[in-house]
């Protein structure tokens, strides 16, 4: 008999259409027929005969060529004997980031502290948008909160308002390695304000 199992980092999420497995450990992803997802979702470990019999003869081919897509690219591997691998947690792991990318709001700056004060998984990287005229006190305070409680590669976006100085803008990304990018919205036009430091103003 032969086996396929995924590893204990290989997750699956069934969508209305399709599945989506992703790989917690590595930070990637892969879609996958809903019918697959469905097979995977209820065992990690698969007996690939009985697997087949759910599947005409003319679609053998695609699974196989589909299970060693998985392999190639280290989502599970073939087995020669079940292994299971239920007894094992992927959150006892030491999982880089268990959210890759995340969108904060703010409507007005005295929510900051609140809302981060509540937050619990440090994603890989965020957009933090903010609908209020803020000036640079307030950025420079909110980006030190975001540096306490452990983000990085954090991106501003920014109503423009003239009490904003470019060149304060300037210094609060050259002395905050967390930004990678600020993004000034409701300008006069579409630029980039400084390559250099990645300040963007757009007319929106």
């Known amino acids: 008999m032969k086996y396929f199992s995924l590893y ?92 890759i990318t995340s969108i904060i709001d703010f409507k007005k700056y005295n929510d900051c502290e609140k809302v981060i004060s509540r937050i619990n998984v440090i994603p890989k990287s965020t957009q933090i948008r903010l609908f209020f005229d803020s000036n640079i006190d307030e950025l420079s305070t909110l980006i030190s909160m975001l540096i306490r409680k452990g983000f990085m590669n954090v991106e501003l976006i920014l109503n423009f308002n003239k009490t904003l100085q470019y060149q304060e803008l300037i210094d609060l990304i050259k002395n905050n390695s967390i930004i990678f990018r600020i993004i000034l919205g409701n300008c006069e036009e579409d630029k980039f304000l400084n390559p250099s430091f990645n300040i963007l103003t757009l007319c929106l």
Do not use: R, W
């Open 8 to 99: 204990p980092s290989s997750q699956i999420t069934l969508g209305a259409k399709k599945a989506c497995l992703i790989d917690l450990e590595e930070s990637k992803y892969c879609e996958l027929p809903l019918i697959y997802g469905k097979i995977f979702f209820k065992e990690d470990t698969i007996e690939i005969e009985k697997m087949k019999v759910k599947f005409s003869k003319e679609e053998y081919s695609f699974l196989d060529e589909f299970l060693q897509f998985l392999q190639k690219n280290n989502f599970g591997e073939f087995l020669e004997k079940k292994i299971n691998f239920k007894n094992l947690n992927h959150l006892n792991y030491n999982v880089p980031f268990q959210v």
